[in-house]
């Protein structure tokens, strides 16, 4: 577990300095660097709605004896009886299951980062590919993190005056703005990372017109339907067509 996020940190660590080091030697750092800059947003960005989708699915769709996602939809829709257990995890056991799929992928950064480097072009790289390779790192450093920023949105204390800062400054989400997820019958407020999908999510209720396209295609209701009918009457005032009951 700690070797795993471990490796992900130090390829993580050398991915961003060889970013840095290309940029500096690049023909024109400037304009490269603001490429890398909206590049590392545009990712944020993606990994906060990846999140917010992911979160969405786990919490109403499957149980515990789902295959392959069984132990994480548990997870996902337990922490709603019991939000505060995930305070009282290690942030390896956070994370790690994360870092698996995404370590490989900033591995494959750092090495291109490091050949770019040692072949003496590490400014050949025009700044689109720049900005590509910085969004595509924090994209990763997101989803890897979100459990992590989710543990920080619950704690009472320990929390890293950083990680504080951060929040406040909407980087990551706040204690604040996930609470307002954490009220029955959870239908919004999805996102982990940095909360930025959240309101264009559900002030064009997203989430409400995905969950009426997947009854259409499986017939399935979301565990928030049931916990609300509220949520499918307005989820088929919004989007139209049959109705279940139809
Ligand atoms: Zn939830
Ligand atoms: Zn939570």
């Known amino acids: 577990m700690i070797a795993i996020c471990a490796a992900f940190a130090a390829a993580t660590a050398v991915t961003g300095v060889t970013h840095v080091a290309r940029i500096a030697s690049s023909p024109d750092p400037l304009p490269t660097a603001a490429a890398a800059a909206g590049g590392v947003l545009v990712g944020w ?58 370590l490989p992928q900033m591995v494959g950064l750092a090495v291109v980062g490091c050949v770019s480097l040692a072949s003496g072009d590490a400014g050949g790289a025009g700044a689109g590919v720049v900005a590509a390779q910085s969004a595509y790192a924090a994209f990763l450093v997101g989803v890897v993190g979100a459990q992590q920023f989710h543990q920080w949105a619950h704690a009472v204390k320990g929390v890293p005056p950083l990680a504080l800062a951060a929040a406040r400054a909407r980087l990551i989400v706040s204690r604040k703005a996930h609470g307002r997820h954490h009220v029955s019958p959870y239908g919004g407020v999805y996102g982990m990372v940095s909360g930025w999908f959240n309101a264009p999510a559900d002030r064009f209720e997203l989430w409400r017109h995905a969950e009426v396209a997947v009854w259409h295609l499986r017939g399935v209701e979301p565990i928030c339907w049931k916990l609300d009918g509220r949520l499918r009457e307005r989820a088929f005032d919004i989007a139209g067509g049959r109705r279940p009951e139809e």
């Open 45 to 102: 960005a993606v990994a906060d709605a990846a999140s917010a989708v992911y979160h969405w699915a786990l919490d109403n769709y499957g149980s515990e004896t789902t295959p392959v996602w069984g132990a994480q939809i548990a997870g996902f829709q337990g922490h709603h009886d019991q939000p505060f257990t995930i305070v009282q995890r290690a942030p390896c056991n956070n994370l790690y299951r994360s870092c698996v799929p995404a």
